[in-house]
Nanobody, 124 residues
Framework: VQLQASGGGLLQAGGSLRLSCAAS????????VAWFRQDSGKEREFVGC????????YYADSVKGRFTISKNNAKDTVYLQMNNLKAEDTAVYYC??????????????????WGQGTLVTVSS
């Protein structure tokens, strides 16, 4: 499956942004889809994921209550709605698809399809 992430941009703290991750080549229904982010000089960080079975979502503590992941099966697109953005949310955001077990959903090595990344810059 090929992934195309989009929707990044520059905005002020407190604002909202929605990222999209569109699949092609194979349907998302076969995969868990996760969002990761990486800021310059920092390690890649798990943001959240939506499971292929049942659509359960899981989030990093740093974004819980502010970010929401959803999926449109008809469009084969996964969304990351980001509200109340903070300067520390600044990063390149990547979507990824894989089939991890629940205990490994935060491990980037468990995802074998990655999008190209979209930059989110939040000014304080």
């Amino acid at each position: 499956v090929q992934l195309q992430a989009s929707g990044g941009g520059l905005l002020q703290a407190g604002g909202s942004l929605r990222l999209s991750c569109a699949a092609s080549g194979r349907t998302f229904s076969d995969y868990d889809v996760a969002w990761f982010r990486q800021d310059s000089g920092k390690e890649r960080e798990f943001v959240g994921c939506i499971r292929r079975s049942g659509g359960s979502t899981y989030y990093a503590d740093s974004v819980k209550g502010r970010f929401t992941i959803s999926k449109n099966n008809a469009k084969d697109t996964v969304y990351l709605q980001m509200n109340n953005l903070k300067a520390e949310d600044t990063a390149v955001y990547y979507c990824a698809a894989g089939r991890p077990v629940l205990s490994s959903i935060r491990d980037g090595k468990m995802y074998y399809h990655w999008g190209q990344g979209t930059l989110v810059t939040v000014s304080s």
